[in-house]
């Protein structure tokens, strides 16, 4: 199976919002609610930002939000900071494997 | 504090065999899926194995299927990953990780295995 489909950069200005779209197929993203979405500084583990598809653990900011529209998912950061800048991850369970998405660096202008 | 500390990467000869650990604290490790993630140097995330519990179920992606093994011992709370016949292409920082809600949110520090 294929990565799932991320735009390769995305950008912003402090203070704006910004979305980052993860595009699956009907056998994983469309047939499940258990979309992920990672942060990752460079040279470091990735962090947990949201969880099945719109769910976030204790202690990620609300200014993370996720959402899913037929076989594609969404993560919106509002009031984009500079600490924001990083590389973003989605994940989705698909047929027996999980399947991650081939990642948006996030430039803060 | 939940940790999750890997081991025993390194430089190895395409064909050659390597085993990773995964020691885990700060939570009760018998009761969580665990997995293993790969990133290769520049590249995206790849989920690479994850195991059940009590050991009883294994999944792999397609590409290290026959060649890696996942195991895990409870009583030590560790996780490891058997890897035999490498390739080049198998060259990636290795992450141990929790897995909870068919997501990770607890992630080691990452381990470097080179074949090269």
């Known amino acids: 199976q294929s990565a799932l489909t991320q735009p390769a950069s995305v950008s912003g200005s402090p203070g704006q919002s910004i979305t980052i779209s993860c595009t699956g197929t009907?056998?994983?993203?469309?047939?499940?609610?258990?979309v992920s979405w990672y942060q990752q500084h460079p040279g470091k583990a990735p962090k947990l930002l949201i969880y099945?598809?719109?769910k976030r653990p204790s202690g990620v900011s609300d200014r993370f939000s996720g959402s899913k529209s037929g076989n594609t998912a969404s993560l919106t950061i509002t009031g984009l900071q500079a600490d924001d800048e990083a590389d973003y991850y989605c994940?989705?369970?698909?047929?027996?494997?999980?399947?991650f998405g081939t990642g948006t660096r996030v430039a803060v202008l | 504090e939940v940790q999750l500390v890997e081991s025993g990467g390194g430089l190895v000869p395409p064909g050659g065999s390597l085993r990773l650990s995964c020691a885990a604290s700060?939570?009760?490790?018998?009761?969580?899926?665990m997995s293993w993630v790969r990133q290769a140097p520049g590249e995206g995330l790849e989920w690479v194995a994850n195991?059940?519990?009590?050991?009883?179920?294994?999944y792999y992606v397609d590409s290290v299927k026959g060649r890696f093994t996942i195991s895990r011992d409870n009583a030590k709370n560790s996780l490891y990953l058997q890897m035999n016949s490498l390739r080049v292409e198998d060259t990636a920082v290795y992450y141990c990780?929790?897995?909870?809600?068919?997501?990770?949110?607890?992630w080691g520090q990452g381990m470097l295995v080179t074949v090269s």
């Open positions: 009907s056998s994983d993203v469309g047939v499940y609610n258990l």
């Open positions: 099945e598809v719109t």
């Open positions: 994940c989705s369970l698909g047929p027996s494997t999980y399947l």
């Open positions: 700060g939570f009760p490790f018998s009761a969580y899926w």
């Open positions: 195991m059940n519990q009590d050991g009883n179920q294994k």
């Open positions: 990780a929790r897995s909870s809600d068919h997501s990770w949110a607890y």
